[in-house]
C-alpha cells in the first residue's frame, strides 16, 4: 500500500494556536515552542475543537476494498474512491493478508486469477463494469482520496491504530500518523500505533 500526503495546512500549529488563543486575547504569547505547549494542553484538557482548523488530504493506493470500507466509515471525513462501475479493474491485484502463506495463498491467487479471468470475459462480452465487478472479492485493490481535519485525524488513528482494528486499517493509520508527526508533533505526538 502507499499512503501519500497531497495536501496539510501549512503552519498547522500556529494556525490552531492562534485560533484558541482569540478566546484569551492572549496571541501576543505566540512562539513555535508556546504553540506546541499550548495544543499539548488544550488536547489533556479535552479541548480538541481547535484541532478542526487544520485539515489533511491523503492519497491512499493498494489497499482492499475491504479496508476502504472501514475508512469510509469515518463520516466527518470526506472520500473520493475510485469507481468500479466506469473504470476497468481488470489489472488489479488482490491485496496479500499476512496470514495467509504457501499453500493456502497458492490457493487464493489462484482464485483471485480466474475471478479477474471472468470479469475481462463479462466486460468483453458487453456486460457493464458497474455488473461484472460483482465476481471480484473484497480484497480487490482499490485507491481513494481521503480529506479530514486533525481533530478527526486524531480519532480515526486512535480508533484505527489499535490492536483491536485489522492488520490493513492499522497499517493504514501507522503510515498516516508517521506522516502526520513530521507536520504537527504537537497534535499527534501522543498517539501510537500499536504493533
Ligand atoms: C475495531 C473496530 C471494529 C468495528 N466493527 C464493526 C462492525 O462489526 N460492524 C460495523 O458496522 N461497524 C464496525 N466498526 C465501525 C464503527 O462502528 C464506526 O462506524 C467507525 O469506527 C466510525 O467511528 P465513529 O462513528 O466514532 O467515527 P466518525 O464517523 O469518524 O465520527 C467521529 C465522531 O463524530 C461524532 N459523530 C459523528 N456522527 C455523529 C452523529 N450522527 N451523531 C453524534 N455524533 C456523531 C462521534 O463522536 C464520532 O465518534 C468497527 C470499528 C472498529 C474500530
Keep these: 500500500m502507499q499512503v501519500k500526503l497531497l495536501s496539510v495546512t501549512p503552519d498547522a500549529e500556529a494556525l490552531i494556536a492562534r485560533c484558541a488563543r482569540i478566546s484569551h486575547r492572549s496571541e501576543d504569547k505566540a512562539s513555535p515552542e508556546a504553540d506546541r505547549e499550548l495544543i499539548r494542553k488544550l488536547i489533556r484538557w479535552g479541548h480538541e475543537s481547535v484541532l478542526e482548523f487544520a485539515h489533511a488530504v491523503f492519497l491512499i493506493e493498494g489497499i ?13 471525513a470526506s472520500f473520493v474512491q475510485e469507481s468500479q462501475r466506469y473504470v476497468d479493474v481488470r489489472d488489479r491485484n488482490l491485496v496479500k493478508p499476512p496470514t495467509l502463506q504457501g499453500e ?4 487464493t491467487s489462484s482464485l483471485f486469477s480466474q475471478a479477474r479471468l471472468l470479469y475481462e470475459e463479462l466486460v468483453e462480452e458487453g456486460i457493464p463494469k458497474e455488473d461484472a465487478r460483482y465476481v471480484l472479492p473484497i480484497g480487490t485493490e482499490t485507491r481513494l482520496v481521503m480529506c479530514a481535519n486533525f481533530r478527526e485525524l486524531r480519532h480515526i488513528i486512535r480508533l484505527r491504530g489499535s490492536r483491536a482494528a485489522q492488520w490493513e486499517i492499522r497499517e493504514v493509520a ?3 500518523l508517521v506522516i502526520l508527526k513530521e507536520h504537527a508533533e504537537g497534535v499527534f505526538g501522543d498517539l501510537e500505533v500499536e504493533a
Design 64 to 76: 482492499s476494498r475491504a479496508c476502504a470500507n472501514q475508512l469510509t466509515r469515518h463520516r466527518l
Design 174 to 176: 501507522r503510515r498516516m
Design 104 to 107: 493456502l495463498w497458492e490457493k
